[in-house]
């Protein structure tokens, strides 16, 4: 099976070109053993670039623990990339087609290579059920923490400086948004997991924790549902601008800062859509002998 790895400001995945081999037999399984760094290629997961009767492709993304997401902001800027650099549709602009509908990317492109990708992400879900999560709100914004959170408390914590607040938004996969002061001293190896497997969660969701640094620029770190401490998220990061706005802390443009890099965002008055702007990489090309 011919690969190729690819990643979005660090958040890196393993990308299968099904229009021109067989779509993998076990994907799920396939995710888990090309994605372990020691025995595999190493990756967050696994993305499927598959023939589409709705767009130019077909997105299909799959955790490094096999569970399957509905959507990856990272992984589309990557697919459409890939799309077009590698000659399945060279437009500058295309519609992919993904487990939350069709989006419109526009590519940015220099010397025949797209360098930037430009997302419109859609609409964001707002709606408690539709996240879902059981929290109260339509969405849950500034809810404060179940008490059977207790430990999310303690001396832990402190350095951090956390809003016991939580605001839950979905960009066609579930994210729940916590502040604090100061990113770089949350646990988040301890707390990511906790948070994540949450039973006000049904689905299981990606934690973002936040500081602002102005209305306009946030720093964040992200632990992502079935793949755990990423280096970015993108789609998590359209879930912050848009709490930042329903809780009042940031305004609709925003530049979020995260490990792996920035990401422009903005949530527009007009179609109430949530707009990404970022980079895209191609790393290397290989065959998986399996």
Not at 35 to 57: E, Q, V
Not at 154 to 162: K, T, V
């Amino acid at each position: 099976m011919r690969f190729t790895k690819m990643h979005g400001l660090g958040n890196d995945y393993v990308y299968v070109n099904c229009f021109d081999q067989p779509t993998p037999a076990d994907p799920a399984t396939l995710s888990t053993r090309i994605s372990d760094r020691h025995f595999g290629i190493g990756a967050d997961g696994l993305i499927l670039i598959c023939p589409s009767d709705k767009g130019d492709a077909r997105m299909r993304m799959f955790n490094a623990d096999g569970s399957e997401s509905e959507m990856c902001g990272n992984g589309i800027r990557c697919v459409a990339k890939y799309v077009h650099d590698h000659g399945i549709a060279t437009k500058p602009q295309l519609n992919l087609e993904t487990g939350r509908g069709v989006l419109t990317v526009d590519l940015e492109v220099e010397n025949g290579t797209a360098r930037r990708v430009r997302v419109n992400m859609g609409k964001p879900i707002l709606e408690s059920a539709l996240i879902p999560t059981t929290l109260p709100g339509d969405p849950p914004v500034d809810v404060p923490f179940p008490e059977h959170w207790a430990e999310l408390s303690g001396d832990r914590y402190a350095a951090c400086g956390l809003d016991p607040r939580i605001t839950c938004v979905s960009m066609g996969n579930p994210h729940v948004v916590i502040y604090c002061k100061s990113v770089s001293q949350v646990p988040l190896e301890r707390v990511g997991p906790i948070l994540e497997t949450a039973r006000e969660f049904p689905r299981r969701i990606n934690v973002h924790f936040v500081e602002v640094r102005s209305p306009n620029e946030v720093t964040m770190r992200t632990w992502e549902r079935g793949s755990g401490i990423t280096l970015a998220c993108g789609t998590g990061a359209c879930a912050v601008a848009v709490a930042g706005v329903l809780s009042g802390r940031t305004s609709r443009n925003l530049l979020a800062h995260l490990p792996g890099g920035d990401l422009e965002l903005e949530w527009t008055m007009g179609d109430n859509a949530v707009f990404m702007t970022g980079p895209a990489t191609e790393v290397f090309s290989g065959v998986w002998p399996e």
